[in-house]
């Protein structure tokens, strides 16, 4: 269900759940997507199973995430681009934990679909 939409001949903005909205655009539509995920167990957003930021564990987030790259994959254009805003995250909140290497990890898992 897309909640607001603005589209031109130059762009197109939606908002809505993502997996929602890609699922209804054609393949090979998108010549640049730009989001920013939910920084794998950092926020909570909200608890709907569907909240990509409501995983018990950031492994189960990167089982979630996949479909979205799968999707943009499928909607990306050849040649055009995905720019992921994301950062290293914290391992725990206890003060002494170690940095995720959150960025490497949606690399590889883009590299990967």
Known sequence: M??????TDQYAIY??????????????SVHL????????GLYNYSSSER????????EQF?????????DLFRLTMPGRVTCVHCMDVPSGNSG????????GDIIRMHERI
Do not use: T, W
Not at 51 to 58: E, F, G, H, I, K
Not at 62 to 70: D, G
């Open 96 to 103: 002494c934990d170690h940095l995720r290497d959150f960025p």
């Open 15 to 28: 908002n809505g759940d993502c997996i929602e909205v890609m699922a209804s655009l054609k393949s090979g």
């Open 33 to 40: 997507s730009i989001y920013s995920p939910p920084f794998g």
């Open 2 to 7: 897309v909640i607001d939409q603005k589209i």
């Open 51 to 58: 909240d990509l930021s409501n995983c018990a564990s950031y």
């Open 62 to 70: 990167f089982e979630h995430y996949e479909y979205v790259v799968k």
